[in-house]
């Protein structure tokens, strides 16, 4: 990309062009904001300026960042955000990185649970959940945990930008919170089954932090201990929310069940139409 002149339209086709070969499925969209990072431009702008030649620091800028990409590193961790409910999160790779499927579990519990008033988010990873659920809630004490120091660190961040109180908590599962009780516990837990992971796309198999991802043999490790243990965490009539994997929830739901401590169940699906959420309402008197 050096020695002629590349106009934006012209680096733009070229960028297209190379990450296509690479695997990259939305090249061409994913090269407009790569340069609209390294310019500083938003997208109209870009086309805009269609002919405008790069300087020679927007251009190196862009080619490091181009180079990353070819690699299959996530477009997320190259530009350091990701999109999530209306807001931007700082995202690294110590953290998952949101994906809009897991929106539907903060839909779920406002709809289940429109005035909880303690809720607790098990593995926050960058915040994006309790940030959301803080949202919702704003008269509502949040408290989230993870076993990460390096993603309580990224979730502290994106909680401050937000400007928002949220109690974090170092420590696997329950493990920082002995004597507590909440209307509404929720979790995104790790729940791809060991033998699949060597099998994902590039960009979450290799960049994305593998304790986030190994829910063990049938990926449902978690949830046989986070399920049982959660009833002496929850208020009577509480909600627990959990996003599960493709094709999981039936599974989820018979822990649920043989755990005889829920008075009632249901799912919710993501826009792609799969059970990707699983409810359970504890009973009052167990």
């Given at each position: 990309m050096q020695d002629e002149v590349w106009t934006t339209l012209k680096v733009l086709n070229w960028t297209r062009d190379f990450l296509a070969t690479k695997g990259?499925?939305?090249?061409?969209?994913?090269?407009?904001?790569?340069?609209?990072?390294?310019?500083?431009?938003?997208?109209?702008?870009?086309?805009?300026?269609?002919?405008?030649?790069?300087?020679?620091?927007?251009?190196?800028s862009y080619r490091s960042m181009v180079a990353r990409r070819a690699k299959r590193e996530p477009?997320?961790?190259?530009?350091?955000?990701?999109?999530?409910?209306?807001?931007?999160?700082?995202?690294?790779?110590?953290?998952?990185?949101?994906?809009?499927d897991t929106e539907v579990l903060i839909d779920l519990a406002v709809s289940l649970l429109p005035h909880a008033k303690t809720i607790l988010d098990i593995g926050t990873g960058s915040g994006c959940i309790a940030v959301s659920l803080a949202?919702?809630?704003?008269?509502?004490?949040?408290?989230?945990?993870?076993?990460?120091?390096?993603a309580l660190d990224v979730a502290r961040r994106n909680m401050s930008r937000q400007k928002l109180e949220i109690e974090l908590l170092s420590g696997s599962l329950f493990e920082p919170l002995a004597g507590r009780k909440f209307d509404l516990i929720v979790s995104?837990?790790?729940?791809?089954?060991?033998?699949?992971?060597?099998?994902?796309?590039?960009?979450?198999?290799?960049?994305?932090?593998?304790?986030?991802l190994d829910g063990g043999q049938d990926g449902l490790d978690i949830y046989r201990e986070l399920i049982p243990r959660?009833?002496?965490?929850?208020?009577?009539?509480g909600w627990l929310l959990l996003e599960v994997g493709k094709g999981q929830a039936h599974d989820v739901l018979q822990i649920i069940n043989v755990t005889e401590g829920f008075k009632q169940t249901t799912t919710a699906l993501d826009p792609g139409g799969i059970e990707r959420v699983v409810a359970a309402q504890r009973k009052e008197n167990i």
């Open positions: 990259v499925a939305n090249s061409r969209l994913e090269a407009e904001w790569m340069l609209c990072a390294a310019t500083g431009l938003d997208r109209v702008g870009l086309y805009l300026q269609y002919d405008k030649p790069l300087n020679d620091g927007e251009l190196s477009l997320q961790h190259i530009l350091g955000t990701q999109e999530f409910m209306g807001i931007d999160y700082e995202v690294t790779p110590d953290v998952l990185i949101p994906r809009h949202l919702k809630y704003p008269h509502s004490n949040i408290t989230a945990t993870d076993i990460s120091e390096a995104n837990p790790p729940y791809i089954p060991t033998a699949d992971i060597a099998g994902l796309e590039q960009e979450v198999r290799d960049f994305d932090p593998l304790r986030a959660s009833l002496a965490f929850l208020n009577p009539s």
